[in-house]
């Protein structure tokens, strides 16, 4: 293994490293069945047979378009050293925007009597994994180095 020093944190791997490569499997790994779980949560809230009304399938549309602003601004911006700019601000605002849309879906579905609260509640708990895991990938890859998302 290759050992590289720096300035006042001690020892640290290199990233060309076998253990940091098996680490990035690995969360891969844990990201995947997290993003399971979430779809589970997601699909337990449609086909209960308490429930059986599949309207909430629709926040799945959210999930698919919330990373495209990361993309756009990702893209259209080519200072990365720079703290902050217009066209990123803008990213977070539209993709505040889709998941503050995904969750109120829900919810608004549940207060006109479309489906039962307690559908609602699984497909909240559906949204907040799928998220949170949605967030993990891009800060676990996204970071513009050897193993990143955008080689697949």
């Known amino acids: 293994m290759k050992w590289q020093r720096t300035k006042g944190k001690g020892n640290c791997f290199t990233d060309s490293s076998p253990f940091i490569e098996g680490l990035l499997y690995a969360s891969l790994v844990a990201l995947s069945f997290s993003g399971a779980i979430g779809l589970t949560f997601l699909m337990l809230g449609c086909a209960l047979e308490d429930y059986g009304v599949y309207w909430p399938l629709f926040v799945l549309i959210f999930h698919a378009i919330s990373p495209i602003p990361h993309f756009i601004a990702k893209r259209a911006t080519y200072d990365s050293d720079?703290?902050?700019?217009?066209?990123?601000?803008?990213?977070?605002?539209?993709?505040?925007?889709?998941?503050?849309?995904?969750?109120?879906?829900?919810?608004?579905?549940?207060?006109?009597?479309?489906?039962?609260?307690?559908?609602?509640?699984?497909?909240?708990?559906?949204?907040?994994?799928?998220?949170?895991?949605?967030?993990?990938?891009?800060?676990?890859?996204g970071r513009g180095d050897d193993f990143s998302w955008e080689q697949w």
């Open 82 to 141: 720079a703290t902050s700019s217009a066209c990123r601000e803008l990213a977070y605002f539209f993709t505040t925007g889709i998941v503050v849309s995904a969750f109120g879906f829900p919810v608004i579905l549940a207060r006109v009597s479309v489906i039962k609260w307690g559908a609602c509640g699984l497909v909240l708990a559906g949204n907040a994994v799928i998220f949170l895991t949605i967030q993990g990938f891009f800060l676990v890859f």
